[in-house]
C-alpha cells in the first residue's frame, strides 16, 4: 500500500458524528459570554471533516460559506452525497491537508475548525495545518480545536500504547482492523485480568477500559489504534500554534465557563494565585483530569467594553431544543451531579417552553420582576446550552433563507434512516446546525410527513417498512416476533414522538 495516509487510518471509516462546536453560532455566544467580539461568519473551513455531518447540517442550516477537506475517499463520497442533496454549493474536497493547504482557489476564512484531528496527525501535518491558520484566517477570525489533553489520558496512555502495540503485531498476521480490534481487546482484558503491578499503580485504569470496551468499533479503532497519538499540554499548544498568530479567546464547552461546576472553593483560590494564562489553563486541565479540550481561538479578537457586551447579549437569541425538564434539573460537571437553582431555571425554562427564539434581552426583561439578573440568566442560558437544552438561534430572516436548503438535506436524511441508522441529526434553519433525531424519530417525522396523524398510523407505517426489510424490534434483549409485539411497541413509541419530540422538531422548523 503506498503511503498517502502519512500514518492516518483509512481502511476503516469513522463514525457519523455531529460537533455543535464547529456552528460558529456557538462560537458567537461563547465568545461574546466571554467579552470577546467575533467576525460576520461569511466563510468557514473545517479541516478533516470525517463524514462531513457537521458540515454539510452547518452548510445547509446557514448563510456562510462551508469549505472543507478529508482524505478518506469513501468518507468524501458520503459526505458529497449529503451535500448534493441539499442544493448548497458546499465545497468538500478530498485533498490530504498537504494539498489543500495550498490550493489557490481557498478564500480567506472567518472560522477554522477542526475536531479529533489534531492528536491524530504527524507533526508534520500539525505545522502545516498551523501555517495555514497563519496564512489563511482572516484578522478577527475565530478558530475551533477540540483534542485530547495530557491530564487525563495520563495514567492510561500505556494501554492505547499497549493496544496500538499489539494491534501492529497482529495486524501484520492479516485480518481487517475491526478485526484486529477485537483481538487487541481481548488481549487488553487478559493482561489486566493478571493483576499487573501497572494496575495496582493505576487502579482507575481497569474502570477506563471496561467504560470504552462497549464503544462504537469504528470510533475505539480511530481513537487507539492510529498511527499517531499525541494528547498536548494545554502550555504545548499554545507554543505549537503561536506562529499562526492566534491566542486562546475560551472554552466551547460552556460548562467550563462557570468554575463553580468544575473546581472546589479552595482550588479556585490556587487558580487566582496563578496568571490568567496559558498556565493557569494548564493548572485548570490537572484539577478536573481534563481529557479533550473543546477551544475557540482568534486572531486578534477585540475586548468588548461592558456596553457592547450587554447590548451583544442582548440581542443573541436562544431557543430550547429538548423536552422541558418537569423534575429538578441536574446537570453532569467535574465536581459530580450538580443541582440547578429551581427558582432561578424554572421561570426561564417556563418562558422558553415554547420552544420559540427568544433573545436574551427578552428573556432578561420577564425575568426583571423576579429580581433575576443578566448575569444570572447568561448563566442560566449557557448552562443550560452547555447541557444540550439550549442552543443559539438565527434571526427570523436567516431562518427564512436557509429553510429551504435545510429541508432538502433532512428529506436525504430521513430516506436514509429507512434502512440505515447512522445518521442521527437533522438540521434546523432555527439553529443553524445539528439536532439530534434517531433513527425511529426519523421513520416517525417520515411517516408525518407523509400524512399519519396517530400514533396506530405511524406504527404501522415504520411497521411496513421494517417489515419489507426482514426486520424486527428488539426488546429487552430478546426479538419481538409477532407483528401484534412489534406494533405495540411501535404505537408506544410513536405516542411519546406525538406528545413530546413533534412540537419540538416542529418549533424547530424540521417537519
Ligand atoms: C478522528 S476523525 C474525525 C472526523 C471528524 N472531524 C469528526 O469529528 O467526526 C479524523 C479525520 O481526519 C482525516 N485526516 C487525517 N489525516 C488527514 C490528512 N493528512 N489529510 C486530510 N484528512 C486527514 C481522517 O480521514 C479522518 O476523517
Given at each position: ?12 471509516e ?27 461568519f ?35 463520497g ?5 451535500g ?77 500504547h ?12 492479516g ?13 487488553v ?19 477506563r ?35 499562526a ?13 462557570y ?41 486578534g ?5 461592558h ?39 424554572d ?11 427568544r ?44 429553510r ?97 419530540r ?10
Amino acid at each position: 500500500m503506498s503511503d498517502w495516509t502519512d500514518g492516518y487510518l483509512t481502511d476503516v471509516e469513522y463514525s457519523h458524528a455531529y460537533n455543535r462546536e464547529l456552528n460558529p453560532l456557538a462560537a458567537r455566544l461563547a465568545l461574546l459570554e466571554a467579552g470577546l467580539s467575533s467576525p460576520r461568519f461569511d466563510t468557514a473551513c473545517e479541516l478533516g471533516f470525517g463524514q462531513g455531518l457537521s458540515i454539510n447540517l452547518h452548510a445547509a442550516a446557514s448563510t456562510t460559506e462551508w469549505w472543507g477537506t478529508d482524505f478518506n475517499p469513501a468518507q468524501v463520497g458520503y459526505a458529497r452525497e449529503l451535500g448534493a442533496s441539499s442544493g448548497v454549493d458546499v465545497k468538500l474536497l478530498d485533498d490530504a491537508f498537504a494539498d489543500f493547504v495550498h490550493r489557490p482557489d481557498l478564500p480567506d476564512f472567518d472560522f477554522i475548525g477542526m475536531h479529533g484531528v489534531w492528536s491524530w496527525i504527524s507533526p508534520e501535518n500539525q505545522g502545516l495545518l498551523t501555517d495555514f491558520i497563519r496564512r489563511k484566517l482572516k484578522v478577527r477570525g475565530i478558530l475551533y480545536i477540540g483534542y485530547n489533553v495530557v491530564p487525563g489520558w495520563a495514567s492510561f496512555a500505556p494501554i492505547r500504547h499497549l493496544m496500538a502495540e499489539h494491534a501492529a503485531l497482529s495486524g501484520a498476521a492479516g485480518g481487517g482492523k475491526l478485526n484486529v480490534l477485537k483481538g487487541t481487546l481481548e488481549f487488553v482484558e487478559r493482561f489486566l485480568a493478571t493483576n499487573p503491578v501497572y494496575r495496582r499503580a493505576n487502579p482507575m485504569v481497569v474502570d477506563r477500559f471496561d467504560g470504552i470496551k462497549g464503544k462504537d468499533p469504528s470510533y475505539l479503532v480511530h481513537e487507539f489504534l492510529n498511527g499517531h497519538w499525541r494528547p498536548s499540554y494545554f502550555t504545548t499548544m499554545v507554543e505549537a500554534l503561536s506562529p499562526a498568530r492566534i491566542s486562546f479567546a475560551c472554552s466551547a464547552s460552556y460548562l467550563d465557563h462557570y468554575d463553580a461546576l468544575n473546581v472546589t472553593g479552595e482550588q479556585w483560590a490556587l487558580l487566582q494565585s496563578v496568571p490568567d494564562g496559558p498556565f493557569r489553563q494548564s493548572l485548570r486541565d490537572f484539577m478536573i483530569n481534563q481529557q479533550f479540550r473543546r477551544d475557540y481561538w482568534a486572531k486578534g479578537a477585540a475586548r468588548l467594553t461592558h456596553l457592547q457586551q450587554v447590548e451583544g447579549l442582548a440581542a443573541e437569541r436562544v431557543v430550547l431544543v429538548s423536552q422541558r425538564p418537569q423534575v429538578e434539573l441536574k446537570v453532569k460537571a467535574p465536581l459530580g451531579e450538580v443541582s440547578l437553582h429551581a427558582p432561578v431555571y424554572d421561570p426561564i425554562l417556563d418562558l422558553l417552553g415554547d420552544h420559540r427564539p427568544r433573545s436574551i434581552g427578552e428573556i432578561a426583561k420577564a425575568m426583571q420582576p423576579r429580581n433575576v439578573t443578566l448575569k444570572q440568566v447568561m448563566e442560566v442560558v449557557m448552562v443550560l446550552a452547555g447541557a444540550g437544552h439550549l442552543a443559539p438561534a438565527h434571526d427570523d430572516a436567516t431562518i427564512a433563507r436557509v429553510r429551504p436548503a435545510a429541508g432538502r438535506l433532512n428529506d436525504a436524511i430521513l430516506e436514509r434512516a429507512r434502512s440505515v441508522g447512522d445518521t442521527t441529526f437533522l438540521a434546523s434553519p432555527v439553529t443553524g446546525g445539528g439536532v439530534a433525531a434517531p433513527q425511529l424519530v426519523q421513520n416517525f417525522l417520515l411517516g408525518h410527513r407523509r400524512g399519519c396523524r396517530t400514533a396506530a398510523e405511524l406504527a404501522e407505517f415504520v411497521w411496513q417498512n421494517l417489515d419489507a426489510q426482514g426486520r424486527k424490534l428488539m426488546s429487552q434483549g430478546q426479538t419481538l416476533e409477532t407483528r401484534e409485539a412489534n406494533l405495540g411497541l411501535l404505537t408506544s413509541q410513536a405516542s411519546a414522538f406525538l406528545d413530546e419530540r413533534l412540537a419540538i422538531l416542529k418549533a424547530l422548523q424540521i417537519e
